[in-house]
């Protein structure tokens, strides 16, 4: 299969990292992309230049030491705003910007943004062409396949956005109806996919490189995108890469291996919030890699209550190595 072209980026593979708000903040990007994840696009951003300072908004506009290109995904309802938004994110370094329509989140929707949009289309392609008019670097698309299982309307929002010269779409397999309940279907991704000439992501439920084969299978799509099922799991992208060419996946990283990767993960997010927030951030995190581990529950609960980043962090580095060290029948 041919490399994604996203405007003048070939990509290195076929694995993408979905935004995910409080989640995919510079550490985890750059984690993932040594991990072998494609594309990895920061922290939704408003449109809404009433927020474009504060102090939450300049860290989801950090691209330090990330590996390019680096992505800056908007949200908002109003054209303009949004061609504004999206001038104002490339002034200040981003090389790709993604456009939220797939988000089902109230306090966004509410906002006619997110989701909410795909029950307008003209509006759509208003948002679309005033955006890639306003910048000269590729302007991508998040969707869902449509405002409800009764209108399900994501081919004629991806003609729209092909027309609009978006340059790839992400589409997750729900409509805005449905939020993250029940199993995403693919017959719709499949529908789009024929439709367009534009690289086609499919995203939702892939959980796995096994999965990430299927579903590009029953799609055809040029690409997946990951969210949930990289909390925890950063290497989940290099083992889709390997599935994807046909090559074995290698077995579970050692506790030792995840030892090492969650100790970086972790230096990484205090030297970018400071030790006190980055600690507190930090503890999700470690839920996510504890997950399905011996012990897993017991040690959650003593780690949430040391007091300092130093000795989270040793509490981490002494339970995986713990795990190291535990016979294979009690692990």
């Known amino acids: 299969m041919a490399p994604i072209q996203i405007g003048p980026y070939r990509l290195s593979g076929r694995a993408f990292l979905a935004p995910m708000a409080g989640i995919t903040d510079l550490p985890f990007r750059r984690l993932c992309r040594g991990m072998g994840a494609a594309l990895a696009a920061g922290e939704m ?14 860290r989801r506009r950090d691209h330090a030491g990330e590996d390019e290109p680096r992505v800056v995904q908007i949200a908002g309802g109003d054209p303009q705003m949004m061609a504004d938004a999206a001038r104002r994110n490339v002034d200040a370094g981003a090389q790709v910007i993604d456009i939220n329509m797939g988000c089902p989140a109230k306090k966004v929707c ?27 670097v590729p302007v991508t698309l998040k969707i869902r396949t449509g405002w409800s299982r009764e209108r399900r309307n994501g081919v004629a ?15 997750h397999g729900r409509t805005r109806a449905c939020r993250f309940e029940g199993v995403a279907e693919y017959a719709t991704i499949a529908e789009i996919k024929q439709a367009v000439g534009i690289p086609v992501i499919a995203n939702g439920d892939i959980d796995s490189a096994q999965r990430a084969v299927e579903v590009m299978r029953a799609t055809g799509a040029d690409g997946v995108m990951i969210g949930r099922a990289a909390q925890g ?16 996946v290698p077995p579970e990283p050692s506790p030792a291996a995840v030892r090492d990767i969650i100790a970086a993960h972790l230096r990484d997010l205090y030297d970018f919030y400071g030790v006190e927030a980055g600690a507190r951030i930090a503890r999700k995190h470690i839920g996510w890699y504890c997950r399905e581990r011996p012990h897993a529950q017991a040690f959650r609960q003593s780690v949430m209550q040391v007091a300092s980043a130093g000795e989270q962090l040793a509490a981490v580095e002494h339970y995986f190595s713990s795990l190291e060290c535990m016979p294979a029948a009690a692990a």
């Open 233 to 248: 799991r950063p290497w989940i992208f290099r083992e889709i890469e390997l599935a994807l060419d046909g090559k074995a």
């Open 157 to 171: 929002i991806a003609r729209i956005a092909e027309s609009a010269g978006v340059r790839a779409l992400a589409v």
């Open 110 to 136: 509410n906002k006619d943004a997110g989701s909410a949009l795909l029950r307008d289309e003209r509006l759509v392609a208003s948002i679309l062409e005033a955006t890639v008019r306003s910048v000269d």
């Open 45 to 58: 951003l408003s449109a809404d230049p009433r927020l474009w300072d504060t102090g939450e908004s300049q």
